[in-house]
Structure formats: C-alpha cells, structure tokens
C-alpha cells in the first residue's frame, strides 16, 4: 500500500469532473475489480487507551505485539487497527488483513494520514484506498503491465462529429464572420468534451501551429469515476488516481503518462495569463506563431517609436509598464497600448522587456544557454557565426521563432541609429541579461558572463538575415 496505484476513484456520486463526453470504448474490468475490492472493517478497542494521539480513533489498541494484532484481526479481510510499537515507542503502525495475511504499515501524520506519497484526510479513507490499490495489482498486476500496450490514443474515430463542432468553435477568434454559420448544435456538451477530443479537433486545425510542447502533468484527485484519455482504461483508487496536463486538461494513469506524445495543445481557458507563461504553452494556446505581447508591442514600437533617443535603454515609469502587463493578463489580443494610453514609447519598450524577464523559460533557454556563450568564445568570426548557427537550430520552434522576430525588430532600430543612438553593441547590453540566463541562479556566474551574453545579442542582430 506504500506503493499504493497511480489512480483511484471516489465511491461517490459522478460530479461535473466526470460529466465529460465518454464514448462506448472504456474498458471497465478495473472498474470491476474495485467495486469487489474489500471493505475496510474497523476493529474497534474495548478499553480506554492512555495517552491516544489525537488523531486517531478508538481504532488505536495502544502498545500490542504483532501477535496479538493479528488475533485481534480474527482473519477478517479487510479488518484494520492502529497499534503503537514495541520496539519504538512514538511510532505507530496500521496492521491491515488481507489475501489471508497481516500485513504491517509504519503510519505517519503531518495534518494528513500517509504511508507512502498519498495524504489522506481520515484513516478510513487510507484503508479503503490501500485496499482497493492491493486488491487490483493481486488480481490484474499482468494486466496493469500491458496497459500502455495498445493505447486508444492515437484512435480516435469515434470523435469526428465533436471534432467538426469544436473546429469550429475554435476558428471563432480568428473570424469573427463565423458566428453566422454556428448553429444550435453548439449549445449541444460540446464544452463537456474530454481533452482527448479536444486535442483531435485541434489537431486537425488547418490553423494550427504545429510546434512541440511536452504535458505538463500534476497529481490530481478526481470526482466520480474516472478513465485513462491514454489506455482507456479506469483510473481506480480514492484518491490521487492519475495525473492531469494543466495546460491541456489531458488525465491519464501516472504510468501511461511516461507514454503520451509531446503533443500538448494548451485551453485557453487553463491559462490564466500572459505573462510568466510559458512561451511555447502560450502560443498553443493562442494559436500564433509567436506570443501576442511580441507583435503587439513590436508593431507599436515600429509605428511610432524607431526614432526615439534611447530606444529600449531609456526606461519607462515602473508602475506603467505593470499597467501594460496587467492589460495584456487581463485582455490578452485586445490590450490596448496606443499612444493615447501610453503616449510614451519607452513603457511599451519595457514591457516587451518585462515579458522576456518573466519567461519561465528564457528565449534563448537554458539548454542552450551554456553552447552559445562557448560559441562567443570563439575567436575566429566565421567560425563562430557558424556556431552560433548550429546552436540556434536547437532551440524549440516557438523560441526560434520569436528569437527570429525580435531579431528583425531590432535589426531596424540600428538602422535609426542616427536618430535613437542605438547600434548592435548597445542593444546587446540591454538584451543580453534579457533573454539569456544561466541555469543556476548565480551572480558571479551571470557577471562573468554578461559580456558573452551582449555579444551573442549582437551578433544575432548584425547577422540576422544570415543566421535565421
């Protein structure tokens, strides 16, 4: 029970979790083999006990031999009781039956009941998950082993009139001129539906960027019953049952997790903002090929600022440019950051400079971090230009792409130098911290590299037309 399954499942009734589109295609022998599973059967202690920690009920036998837990159980599967050892008095352990046996569990209590990872609020709660967790891996452990096997991923037929629907749906923002063509089949669960298919609609968007993007799954404790989007199989247990993507929604087993495709496609509705996003999650999300902060305040910038002395040296007032980013959260595309808002250009230059300060990610990622200041080490220019080429080429889509962009921008603010007195070499001071950072947070690190750092900046914007 320690190492109690990646899944479960709430006895309770299906709750909006589960209400979810789910075609005929999930297997329930798992399902099955829970609602058999043994039911915890507490063996109450007829005597007061002294000294009772708090937390536990009258469940807890006090000091008792493993001998005499195991009379106490009377080969009643399922039955449970609290004891306090022998050998290490302050510890305790619940002594369980089952498959005939008794088996011993060193118990913890933080605020929550645990024997392993999962933190359950009551022991009732823990015993009824442990015992469903060792009732599914004694009867289905080979089955379980071939789970990942013959995934439903990749097989998603059953799908095409949602998908068609949520096409659609989706395509809405970018023409707006479809609204006349959406008929009552939209009011139909189409919001209900599962990632799954959701990730097939998308997937088979005409307008989608095709960048890569990993899941990002967490723990998740699931409502109502629940079945792996992977292998279609149930995800069984109380608590913590699976894992969901948080930018996608996706839920699968922990174990079939290891086997889903980095082909994450973010909702919209799952991410909360733009800024300290994650770049390549953001634009998924949005559908562009770069995030929105960048064209937006790049095309401003171009339209009115080229000429402005100081360009992205000179800073805005802080509290505007939170103003900006505030807008960008709050209204995404719709931002407004014209110059009858922000009539100085030096708050839009800072909040494109903020945007890449708060990237979890750099643009220039920290992966690569450590090839491109060896690339500026070199001393030769041609075959440094050739390195840093090479190393370019391993940044994700979405980061090349927007390193791409800036660059171009930034190509044509040196080609106002005589107006805004920036050239390649001072926009690499200013860019360099910006959009490269060592992967360990260290200050002498980061000193020792600045000037690598500028350089990089500087030989990207010289050399933009060649290297991208």
């Not at 075609?23 to 007829?46: D, F, G, M, T, V």
């Not at 036998?61 to 302050?90: C, F, K, M, N, T």
């Not at 009551?122 to 060792?134: A, E, K, P, Y």
Request: glycine share 4%; aromatic share 8%; hydrophobic share 35%.
């Amino acid at each position: 029970m320690a190492a109690s399954s990646n899944s479960s499942l709430s006895g309770s009734s299906v709750s909006s979790d589960a209400e979810e589109y789910q075609p005929p295609i999930w297997k329930s022998y798992l399902y099955q083999l829970q609602q058999e599973a043994p039911r915890p059967k507490r063996i109450i202690c007829p005597r007061e006990v002294e000294n009772r920690p708090k937390y536990y009920g009258r469940e807890f036998h006090g000091i008792i031999s493993r001998e005499q837990a195991d009379e106490l159980l009377g080969g009643v599967e399922g039955a449970y009781i609290l004891r306090e050892s022998q050998r290490q008095p302050g510890c305790y352990t619940l002594a369980l039956r089952f498959g005939n046996q008794t088996l011993n569990y060193r118990l913890f209590h933080d605020g929550k009941h645990f024997v392993g990872e999962k933190r359950f609020e009551s022991i009732h709660d823990l015993v009824t998950d442990g015992l469903i967790t060792l009732y599914i891996e004694t009867k289905a452990a080979e089955y379980i082993a071939k789970m990942t096997t013959n995934p439903i991923y990749e097989h998603i037929g059953y799908a095409t009139l949602l998908r068609e629907k949520v096409s659609r749906r989706l395509s809405r923002s970018k023409n707006e001129s479809r609204k006349a063509n959406v008929t009552s089949e939209e009011h139909t669960p189409v919001e209900k539906i599962s990632s799954l298919v959701r990730r097939a609609a998308l997937t088979h968007n005409d307008n989608h960027f095709n960048y890569e993007k990993t899941h990002n799954f967490k723990v998740h404790t699931f409502r109502g019953p629940h079945w792996c989007e992977y292998c279609a199989n149930f995800m069984w247990g109380l608590i913590a049952q699976g894992v969901r993507c948080s930018d996608c929604g996706l839920n699968v087993h922990k174990q079939c997790s290891k086997h889903v495709p980095n082909d994450c496609q973010p909702d919209l509705k799952r991410i909360k903002k733009v800024y300290c996003c994650d770049l390549t999650t953001l634009v998924k999300a949005h559908n562009t090929q770069r995030p929105m902060v960048v064209d937006i305040c790049i095309r401003e910038i171009e339209a009115r600022g080229l000429k402005s002395e100081g360009l992205y040296r000179v800073s805005g007032f802080t509290e505007h440019i939170e103003d900006v980013k505030m807008a960008f959260d709050r209204d995404g595309e719709k931002a407004d950051i014209s110059a009858n808002i922000y009539p100085d250009i030096n708050i839009i230059t800072g909040a494109l400079k903020l945007y890449f300060r708060d990237l979890p990610i750099p643009v220039i990622t920290y992966d690569t971090y450590s090839k491109f200041i060896e690339a500026a080490k070199i001393s030769n220019a041609d075959e440094r230009l050739e390195a840093v080429h090479e190393v370019l080429m391993l940044l994700p889509p979405a980061h090349y792409e927007t390193l791409r962009y800036l660059m171009i921008h930034l190509k044509k603010v040196t080609m106002n130098e005589k107006d805004n007195f920036m050239n390649a070499e001072n926009l690499g001071i200013v860019f360099g911290p910006t959009l490269m950072r060592p992967p360990e947070d260290s200050t002498l690190t980061t000193l020792h590299d600045m000037r690598y750092q500028k350089l990089i900046v500087q030989i990207l914007i010289e050399n933009e037309d060649v290297l991208f």
